[in-house]
């Protein structure tokens, strides 16, 4: 069974929000790329359009845009994504995770790119809060 933590931000609020994804929702979220638009439905979040902009494996590896596919490879990187160079013109090998949503990754990041007609603090429950009636 595929299981998710999706980690959606809202840049109007500047607030992040946690959820789990699970079962059939998870399942139709595998295969989907960095940049693809996905219905907010399958987060939990009705209405809601989310673009993905990242995440991380079940080892911790980050995803990286311009790597295909859903493997795990090393590159030779000099700076910016998972790695800062204490000094200039140092170059070394790090694994990343390629680009495409997989059974083995375990964190989504996602943006929102489009509301809903309801407000996100009331469709997400938190997990020391109880549903409201």
Not at 6 to 25: E, F, L, M, P, R
Not at 38 to 56: E, M
Not at 89 to 96: I, V
């Amino acid at each position: 069974m595929v299981e998710f933590k999706a980690v959606i931000n809202d840049g109007k609020s500047g607030k992040s929000y946690q959820v789990d994804v699970t079962g059939h929702h998870a399942n139709s979220l595998i295969g989907k790329k960095i940049g693809d638009i996905v219905d907010g439905i399958f987060v939990g979040l009705p209405g809601y359009k989310l673009q993905v902009t990242g995440g991380s494996d079940k080892d911790g590896f980050p995803m990286r845009r311009d790597l295909p596919g859903p493997r795990r490879k090393k590159l030779l990187v000099t700076a910016g994504h998972g790695f800062n160079t204490p000094e200039d013109g140092l170059r070394k090998k790090k694994s990343f995770r390629g680009n495409a949503i997989a059974p083995d990754t375990v964190q989504l990041n996602m943006k929102i790119t489009a509301l809903g007609a309801k407000p996100i603090e009331d469709l997400i429950v938190k997990k020391d809060e109880a549903p409201k009636q």
